[in-house]
């Protein structure tokens, strides 16, 4: 199932074209709304003050309310653009934004209002295409969930049991201790009051997927398809399987995960491989942890060059932005996971 994201943040409108989604899939188009009102802006004031109401039409692949098995298009409107807060930096490229590299690639003809086709308001229609294949997997007993496993080293509860994600979605803080929580949206508060941003990581898990699928061949591989499909979200940059970066610190006795025969079933008394070996999936939940960098923009002066006379100068961002987009970014990275899951089921 191939999916292509169109729009810009200030343009008319954003949507996705869906193809290979199986025909006559009933649409839950409340649990689309759903989804998308857990990524929704403008709800406090840990998130931009920009409210859009995402809500989604149809333009084709859906007949009576049934998936046709044609392409799949979404469209979702924009209504609340501030253009005129980009007019100032439209030739001096915020640092570490995607401003830069675009205009370099498109030869100064990219659209540079709210961050063009690199912004996060891209996420929306990422949401959307997710929640479709989420209801595609639960049909095959898969299911996908997450939640905010730091903030600024702010640690959540530690992810024993894939059944502690129960309700954490529909929290507005989607973390497994609320108290680990207040301190993270405190710490945000705080760094938002200073005109800065704060990263984060989430971690996901993808329980019901069979034993056997993938292959240890490159474009085959586990980790590799779920590694196209999360970095294709903005702001991640690294993505860690099961233990992740921890085992630099191991031995192989503590890392290796120990085969047991539950209930009939071949299971591992541990899950540090994060549910895959040798790039093919082992039958036990599916496990990584993406971090997320700190939001670009932010109000503080900032070194940057003009890039029309390359000389350099300083800039002071104004707009609606987030000071931390890791709470609202939970229901993008398993829109992402569950994409990514259907192409591994060959959906």
Known sequence: MKHVIFGE??????????????AGL????????????????GKNSLSTARKESDAV??????????????????????SDQHSADYEAIRYTPRPS????????????????????????????????????????????????????????GINDASLEDPTQLQGVAEKDFPVLDDAAGEQMQ???????????????????VVTGLPAGLGAPDFGCNVEGIFSQYLFSVPAVKT?????????????????????????????????????????ITNG??????????????????QESVDLRTGEETEIEINGRHDPCIVHRAVPV?????ALASCALLGI
């Open 284 to 301: 036990m939940p599916l496990v990584f942890e993406v971090t997320l960098r700190p939001t670009p923009s932010i109000s503080l002066p």
């Open 9 to 22: 943040s200030h343009g008319s409108a954003i949507g996705v074209t869906l193809e290979g989604v199986p």
């Open 97 to 152: 934004h995607g401003d830069y590299a675009g205009y370099i690639q498109s030869g100064g003809h990219l659209d540079y209002r709210g961050g063009g086709h690199f912004s996060g308001r891209l996420t929306a229609p990422l949401v959307a295409a997710g929640a479709i294949a989420k209801q595609i997997l639960a049909q095959r007993g898969v299911v996908v969930g997450a939640h905010i496993s730091s903030i600024y």
């Open 333 to 337: 990275v398993e829109a992402a996971a």
């Open 186 to 204: 405190e710490a945000i508060l705080a760094v938002k009051a200073e005109g800065d941003s704060v990263g984060g990581a989430i971690e996901c």
């Open 239 to 279: 993505v860690d399987f099961g233990a992740g970066v921890d085992f630099a610190m191991m031995r192989g006795s503590e890392a290796n995960d120990p085969f047991l025969v539950r209930d009939g079933k071949i299971v591992t008394k541990t899950n540090y491989a994060g549910g895959i070996n040798g790039g």
């Open 57 to 78: 039409t149809f333009l084709s692949g859906v007949f009576e309310g049934k998936t046709t098995g044609t392409p799949l298009t979404a469209v979702i409107q924009n």
């Open 26 to 41: 009933e649409l839950d188009c409340a649990q689309i709304a759903r989804e998308l009102a857990r990524r929704a802006t």
